[in-house]
């Protein structure tokens, strides 16, 4: 995987910012991967995770997310299915 743009801002926030223009029924599994990997790559072994910054996605791309969806921004987050509780 190679990220298109990765920005950091006051050693607080990780940005992931992707670009796409063909269509990929696969980017929900793909965007989450790269969620992961923006996550993963501040790690060294032995490194406690309250070192890990907040890691925001931003996916640019051309063509609709989930088809049955007709809208032209989305938001979503890592949420717990049966309490809702945002992580």
């Known amino acids: 995987m190679i990220l298109d743009l990765l920005v950091t801002l006051n ?9 796409q223009i ?6 929900p ?3 989450l991967g790269y ?6 790559n501040q790690l ?3 490194q ?3 070192t890990l910054m907040q890691t925001i996605h931003i996916a640019i791309i051309d063509f ?4 049955n969806e007709h809208i032209f921004y989305s938001q979503n987050f890592f949420m717990d ?3 809702r509780r945002i992580y």
């Open 11 to 19: 050693h607080e926030r990780r940005i992931n910012i992707e670009l």
């Open 22 to 27: 063909l269509h990929q029924s696969f980017w």
């Open 29 to 31: 599994e793909r965007s």
């Open 35 to 40: 969620a992961c990997k923006t996550f993963t």
């Open 44 to 46: 060294k072994k032995g």
């Open 48 to 50: 406690n995770y309250d």
């Open 64 to 67: 609709p997310l989930f088809p």
């Open 81 to 83: 299915v049966v309490t």
